[in-house]
């Protein structure tokens, strides 16, 4: 991006990979005048699997250094791999019985178990009712609003819009996260006790990158319930129609039976952290 007075016609730049220097030279097609482009940097991965940082420098604009270097640099996380395996997409759902907007999270979820049944798993996360986890409170100071949502713990988004406010935007995140590499494989299994009073739970991973410091990686548990039973607070009621501007003609399908609901009604909720 060009803040500048003067046009910018060509740059250069520089990637550094496992301590190796790449530099390229870019012309510009069009000049770029108080405006914008995307460009590509070629780059050579390397040879062996596993996570290297990656260094993106802006060296020179018009054949000359820059004389605004401090945000012409970039660092990212270059992932080698030889194989991948299928990645499960986790979503934690942040909602409370008390969030009047947070009927379009369960109807969200309602609906990424049916378009994604094996890659998609959903933990409702309360706060402020009921059914909260004491062990989430480290995490629910970190969320920024009702209903919120982080996705496999690196994007935090709308459960229901998704990064834009398309309706039952949360899907297009979902097909995009889903479509990532990735270098571990876990699984896990359980067993109920005879008298269903203790649960036995094997787990398994297995990565397909040299870990030279594996501590950075950590296995977190959750055991999730169904069925529990509680009034939820409703924006989407008719009756609320007068404050929210929403109508049966601008809903949604899968918004439609909360606007039939009252702005206060039972439900059941699953997969209750």
């Not at 301590?19 to 070629?42: A, C, M, W, Y």
């Not at 945000?71 to 019985?97: A, I, W």
């Amino acid at each position: 991006t060009n803040y500048g007075s003067y046009p910018v016609v060509s740059f250069k730049t520089k990637v550094v990979i496992d301590d190796k220097e790449i530099i390229n030279e870019h012309q510009v097609d069009t000049t770029l005048n108080r405006g914008t482009i995307e460009f590509s940097i070629p780059t050579t991965t390397p040879a062996t699997h596993g996570r290297y940082l990656r260094d993106v420098q802006v060296i020179e604009v018009n054949d000359a250094a820059d004389g605004y270097p401090s945000d012409n640099q970039v660092e990212t996380q270059l992932l080698v791999l030889s194989e991948s395996y299928p990645r499960k997409v986790v979503m934690e759902e942040f909602t409370g019985t008390w969030c009047g907007w947070c009927p379009r999270g369960m109807a969200a979820i309602n609906k990424l178990q049916h378009d994604f049944p094996e890659d998609f798993i959903a933990i409702a996360v309360h706060s402020g009712d009921n059914f909260e986890a004491e062990t989430y409170a480290p995490v629910l100071g970190t969320v920024a609003g009702y209903p919120y949502a982080f996705i496999n713990r690196t994007i935090e988004a709308d459960p229901y819009h998704g990064l834009s406010q398309e309706d039952y935007g949360i899907k297009n995140l979902i097909e995009s996260v889903k479509a990532l590499p990735t270098e571990a494989q876990i699984g896990v299994s359980s067993k109920l006790s005879e008298d269903q009073k203790e649960i036995q739970i094997t787990s398994y991973s297995k990565f397909n990158v040299s870990m030279p410091d594996a501590s950075s990686y950590v296995i977190a548990y959750v055991l999730l319930e169904d069925k529990l039973m509680g009034m939820q607070t409703n924006y989407y009621s008719k009756s609320m129609s007068s404050q929210t501007g929403f109508t049966e003609a601008n809903l949604p399908a899968e918004l439609l039976p909360y606007y039939n609901s009252s702005s206060s009604f039972l439900a059941t909720y699953n997969d209750v952290a």
